[in-house]
């Protein structure tokens, strides 16, 4: 049996699917702000705030984002932990990000996100290749990765 629970569990749902083609979004990131407290609510600096969206579709580059808010979701602060991991072995080749929802983000409108944790793999097409709700295991999100950085070594 399969469960799924969220900080935000009545309005847990996802417009964007796998497939979809993601907004060019114009996310703020370290250098927009005096403080990186700015665009983000974790008690500790992460690295996964360095990349904006828009610049990334510009530049045809996958990247993996994750929608949390860890001030209040401690799910959220999991999933950042194991995509920090990844983010240390990839994030030569591989763009990582978080986009925290706290103080009423913008991105999240346009992303159509409700409820959280919500972490997405996107090609350098800007399409959804994978979508995982809530914590997910690092193994899964590394295989995706794995297989798009192939991909992007084949020129596909």
């Not at 350098?124 to 809530?134: D, H, N, T």
Request: proline share 4%; charged share 30%.
């Amino acid at each position: 049996m399969f469960m799924l629970s969220a900080c935000d569990g009545d309005h847990f749902k996802l417009e964007l699917a796998k497939g979809g083609v993601v907004p060019s979004s114009a996310n703020k990131i370290e250098s927009d702000v005096e403080s990186w407290k700015e665009v983000c609510s974790m008690d500790i600096r992460d690295d996964l705030h360095k990349w904006r969206i828009s610049d990334l579709r510009a530049a045809n580059k996958p990247f993996l984002v994750v929608f949390g808010t860890p001030q209040h979701c401690t799910m959220c602060v999991d999933q950042l932990v194991r995509v920090s991991g990844l983010q240390e072995k990839y994030g030569d080749r591989f763009a990582f990000l978080h986009s925290d929802g706290y103080r009423e983000n913008p991105i999240w409108v346009d992303w159509g996100i409700k409820g959280e944790p919500w972490t997405f793999i996107v090609d350098g097409k800007g399409k959804v290749r994978e979508v995982f709700p809530g914590p997910t295991d690092v193994a899964l999100m590394e295989a995706e990765v794995e297989k798009l950085l192939a991909e992007q070594a084949q020129g596909s």
